[in-house]
C-alpha cells in the first residue's frame, strides 16, 4: 500500500547543506502495525513528514495505493493527507474551542460530507475509542489519555488508509499510554495498517515490525516475532485494574 | 468541498473567542461607517434643501443680471425683449433694497424690502391670502402700494390683524397695504420667508435713486423654452452692451446644476474626511488578523495536517475580518443614521440619510474587510504545515 523508493530530503545547499534521508526504500503492506525507531537526527521526523505527506521529498518516489504522491502540489497533497492519513500527535492537537465531536469532524468538513453523515461517522468514531458518550466535552474537559482517544477518533473518522502516530504515547503517563498502546493493537486486529513513530523499545515492542533509522538511512527492518500485548503488560505491570474498553 | 456556511460557522469560532478584542476591532469600523453617514447626510442634506429652495423660487425661471455698472437694464429693454423672445411669459424686474425701518401704528422694526413686478404671483407662484396683487399700472405709475408677509403683519399690526387699507412708513413716505402674501414658511438656515416688504420696483427704485433694473427675471413655459430664451437674451444684451460678458443670464437649470455641483464637491469632501477614519479602522482590522493568525499557528497546522487546503484556510480567515468589518459597519449604519438625526437637530437643518450613502458604506466597510483581511489570510494560508506545528 506504501511504497517509498530512494526517497531523499536535503535542506538547505551549500555548506550547510543538512541530508535528513539519504534514500529510503520502504514498503508498508495493508494490516500491517509498523514502529519507525531512532535517535533524533536520525531521520525519523523528516521520514514521518514524508509518509504523512507534510512535506515534499527532495528526489526519489512515494506511492500510495500505486498513485504518485511524492511530487503533488500543496493542494493534492493536502488531499492525499484528508483521505489517506489519519494522524496521531504526541500533543494530542485538538482544537481548543471545538467540542470532541467537532474535533472528530473536522476533517470530514473538509472532504465535504453532509452534516447529518459526518455526526454519524464521527459519533461512531468516538464510540470506538470508548468515548462516545464524551461527544460534547471540550478537550480542557477530558484527561491526557482522553485527549488522545479523541484523537484517534479524528484520525478514524475520515476513514484513513494508514493511522500515522508520532510518539503517541509521549505526553501520557506509562499506564494509560499503555492503555492507548492497546487501542492502537486492537484497531489493528481489525486490519487498519498502523505506523507508529517513536524513540522508546518499550512502545515498538507492541509492533509486528521494527524498521531503524540512523543518519537519513534504514539500518535494521526486521519483523517482530513475538510483539508484547498491550493488555497482558497493563495486567503485568499495573495489576488486575479496570482495563479500559479496546 | 468545504462549504461557504462551514467557513462562516469556522470564522465565527475564531472571532467570539475574544469577545472584547472583536468589539474594539470592531469599533474602528463603527466610528468610520458612522462618521461617513452622519457626514455624508450632511451634505446630501444641504443639496436637497438647496434644491428644494431653488425649485420654490417657481420653475422654468431665468435670471438676467448685468455684470459691472456700466452695463444697464433698462426700462424700456422690456418691450424690446417681448418681441424678439415671445416664448417669455413673464417679466419681473427685481430691486433688492435690502434691511429698512418699517413703522405702522406706533411699532417700527428692520424688515427686508424688495421691489418687484405685477407678474411676482405667476413667477414666484404665491399669490396674496388678502386684498390683490398691485396692477400692471401701479407699476408704471410707481405707486406707493405695498404687499407683506404674514410675519409683518403680525409684528407691525398684532396677530390677526387686519392691515387692509393702513398705511406704513419706508424710508421716510407713505406706502399704502394692498395685500398679504400667502405664507411660505421658513426657508434654508431658518430664515422666515414671510417676514418682507414687497413693492413696486418702480417706486422703490425712485426712492434709491436708481435708474436702471438690477436683477430682471423671466419666465417661460417649459425648460426647453428656457433654453432657447436664454439664448435669445444673451444673445440681445452682448449685442446692446457690445460685449459678451457684458451680462449673466442664467436658467433655473443652470443654477440648479451649479448649487448642485457644489453641494456635490461639498459631500465628497465631508465623506472623504470620514473616510479616512474607515480606513483607520480598516488597518486595525488587519492588526488584529495578523496578531490572530500568528497566536492561532498551531491551529493552523492542525487544520493543514487533517487535509485543510489553503483555500480553505484562506477563506477562514477573510471571513473573519468580513464579519468584524460587515458587523462593524451595520452598526456603524445604524449609528450614524441616529447621528444623522441629532445632527438635523442640532443644526436645524434637515440631514438626509439616503439609500445611497447606506449602500456605499455598507459596500466600503465589506471593502475595507477584504483588503485589509485578505493579506493576514493569506498568511495564513500559505503557512508550512509542519513549521505551523512545531510552534507552540
Request: proline share 3%; hydrophobic share 45%.
Amino acid at each position: 500500500m506504501i511504497a517509498i523508493r530512494k526517497l531523499t530530503k536535503v535542506y538547505g545547499s551549500g555548506d550547510t547543506k543538512v541530508v535528513a534521508l539519504a534514500g529510503v526504500d520502504l514498503d508498508i503492506a495493508s494490516g500491517e502495525m509498523v514502529a519507525v525507531m531512532g535517535p533524533s537526527g536520525s531521520g525519523k521526523s523528516t521520514l514521518m513528514n514524508m509518509v504523512g505527506c507534510l512535506d515534499r521529498p527532495t528526489s526519489g518516489e512515494y506511492f500510495i495505493d500505486g498513485k504518485e504522491v511524492g511530487q503533488i502540489d500543496d493542494n493534492q497533497r493536502a488531499e492525499v493527507r484528508n483521505r489517506h492519513i489519519g494522524f496521531v500527535f504526541q500533543a494530542f492537537n485538538l482544537l481548543a474551542k471545538l467540542t470532541a465531536l467537532q474535533n472528530v469532524e473536522t476533517p470530514l468538513i473538509y472532504r465535504g460530507i453532509r452534516p447529518r453523515q459526518r455526526h454519524q461517522w464521527a459519533q461512531e468514531a468516538l464510540d470506538r475509542v470508548g468515548l462516545g458518550h464524551r461527544g460534547h466535552h471540550r478537550p480542557s474537559q477530558l484527561s491526557g489519555g482522553q485527549q488522545q482517544r479523541v484523537a484517534i477518533a479524528r484520525a478514524l473518522a475520515a476513514r484513513p488508509s494508514i493511522l500515522l502516530a508520532d510518539e503517541p504515547t509521549g505526553a501520557l503517563d506509562s499506564r494509560t499510554g499503555q492503555e492507548v498502546l492497546g487501542l492502537f493493537q486492537a484497531l489493528n486486529r481489525e486490519g487498519r495498517t498502523v505506523v507508529l513513530v517513536t524513540h522508546d523499545e518499550h512502545v515498538a515492542a507492541h509492533c509486528k515490525r521494527i524498521v531503524r533509522l540512523s543518519d537519513g538511512l534504514i539500518v535494521s527492518d526486521e519483523a517482530n516475532a513475538a510483539p508484547l500485548d498491550a493488555h497482558a503488560e497493563l495486567h503485568r505491570l499495573f495489576g488486575g485494574g479496570e482495563v479500559a474498553h479496546a | 468541498m468545504f462549504t461557504l456556511i462551514e467557513s462562516i460557522r469556522v470564522a465565527w469560532l475564531g472571532i467570539s473567542g475574544n469577545k472584547l478584542r472583536t468589539f474594539l476591532t470592531m469599533l474602528g469600523v463603527i466610528i468610520g461607517v458612522s462618521a461617513v453617514i452622519a457626514l455624508v447626510s450632511v451634505g446630501q442634506g444641504a443639496q436637497a434643501q438647496a434644491t428644494s429652495q431653488i425649485t420654490a423660487l417657481g420653475s422654468n425661471l431665468i435670471t438676467v443680471m448685468p455684470r459691472g455698472g456700466g452695463y444697464r437694464i433698462e426700462a424700456k429693454d422690456l418691450p424690446e425683449l417681448r418681441v424678439r423672445s415671445p416664448l417669455i411669459q413673464f417679466f419681473l424686474p427685481t430691486v433688492s433694497a435690502g434691511q429698512h425701518t418699517v413703522k405702522a401704528s406706533g411699532a417700527s422694526y428692520q424688515v427686508s424690502v424688495e421691489g418687484t413686478g405685477a407678474d411676482y404671483p405667476a413667477v414666484r407662484e404665491r399669490g396674496v391670502i388678502n386684498g390683490a396683487w398691485f396692477s400692471e399700472e401701479d407699476v408704471t405709475t410707481r405707486r406707493r402700494v405695498a404687499v407683506l408677509g404674514t410675519t409683518t403683519v403680525t409684528k407691525l399690526f398684532g396677530e390677526g390683524a387686519d392691515p387692509m387699507g393702513q398705511t406704513i412708513r419706508l424710508m421716510g413716505q407713505s406706502f399704502h397695504v394692498v395685500g398679504v402674501a400667502e405664507s411660505k414658511g421658513t426657508g434654508f438656515g431658518g430664515q422666515d420667508q414671510d417676514d418682507l416688504i414687497l413693492v413696486p420696483y418702480t417706486a422703490i427704485a425712485r426712492l434709491m435713486g436708481l435708474n436702471r433694473i438690477p436683477t430682471l427675471i423671466l419666465k417661460t413655459a417649459s425648460a426647453a423654452d428656457s433654453t432657447i430664451v436664454t439664448q435669445q437674451v444673451t444673445d440681445y444684451f452682448v449685442t446692446k452692451f457690445r460685449n459678451p460678458d457684458g451680462v449673466r443670464v442664467q436658467s433655473q437649470d443652470q443654477l440648479l446644476e451649479t448649487v448642485n455641483s457644489m453641494t456635490q464637491i461639498f459631500t465628497l469632501l465631508l465623506g472623504a474626511i470620514a473616510s479616512i477614519s474607515l480606513a483607520v479602522g480598516g488597518i486595525g482590522i488587519m492588526n488584529i488578523m495578523l496578531v490572530s493568525v500568528s497566536e492561532r499557528t498551531r491551529e493552523i497546522g492542525i487544520r493543514k495536517a487533517i487535509g485543510a487546503k489553503k483555500r480553505d484556510i484562506l477563506l477562514q480567515f477573510l471571513i473573519e475580518a468580513l464579519i468584524l468589518s460587515v458587523t462593524g459597519g451595520v452598526i456603524g449604519i445604524l449609528l450614524g443614521s441616529l447621528g444623522s438625526q441629532g445632527l438635523t437637530k442640532v443644526l436645524n437643518f434637515p440631514a438626509l440619510v439616503t439609500t445611497d450613502s447606506v449602500l456605499i458604506s455598507f459596500g466600503f466597510s465589506l471593502g475595507v474587510g477584504v483588503i485589509f483581511g485578505f493579506y493576514p489570510a493569506l498568511r495564513a494560508s500559505n503557512l508550512d504545515p509542519i513549521e505551523a506545528l512545531r510552534r507552540e
